[in-house]
């Protein structure tokens, strides 16, 4: 190795080093959420489990985290998903939506499981458990189905 190239690895390295103290706050609510989409329900523990190990890392107010979620700046990727997938859809805030944001909301489940589009295909790469079986999908989808007609006639 020449010179110029020792230089520049020994500049990435401290760099590497130093965006380490740049931590992004970590979402970890401590308490399971009062206004959680499944607080108080007697929903089928099969469904709540799915939504939780599928959806509930990136649509939640808990993540948990991977080791690797720890070093930057793999942490800020991971930071910027929670929060852009929060800012959409937040399970643990569901009950502070309105009937008319909770309908819109159940749609575009349906939608994204219909279509296979959650949890995004680079997440599945990393994190076999959050596949979801056919059976299990169809059984989320009558549940959202129900859920949905729930809410409609519910009188808030
Ligand atoms: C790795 C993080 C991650 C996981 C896991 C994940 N999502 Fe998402 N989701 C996102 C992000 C980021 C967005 C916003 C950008 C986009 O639409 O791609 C999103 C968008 C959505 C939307 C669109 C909301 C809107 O306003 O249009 C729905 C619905 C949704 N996700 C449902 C789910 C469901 C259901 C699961 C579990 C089966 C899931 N997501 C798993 C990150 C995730």
Request: contains cysteine.
């Amino acid at each position: 190795m020449n010179k110029k190239k020792f230089v520049v690895l020994i500049a990435f390295v401290i760099l590497l080093g130093l965006i380490q103290f740049i931590r992004p706050e970590r979402n970890q609510q401590t308490n399971p959420s009062r206004y959680d989409i499944f607080h108080k329900t007697e929903t089928e523990v099969t469904i709540v489990t799915t939504f939780q190990t599928s959806c509930y890392n990136c649509h939640s107010n808990r993540t948990v985290y991977p080791w690797y979620a720890s070093v930057a700046p793999v942490s800020w990727i991971i930071n910027n998903h929670v929060n852009e997938g929060k800012e959409h859809l937040n399970f643990s805030d569901w009950i502070l939506y309105d009937k008319e944001k909770q309908i819109k909301k159940l749609m575009d489940i349906a939608e994204v499981l219909q279509e296979h589009e959650m949890p995004p295909k680079p997440y599945l790469w990393l994190h076999d458990e959050a596949k979801i079986s056919d059976a299990d999908r169809q059984l989320l989808l009558k549940w959202v189905e129900e859920k949905k007609e729930q809410v409609r006639y519910s009188l808030n």
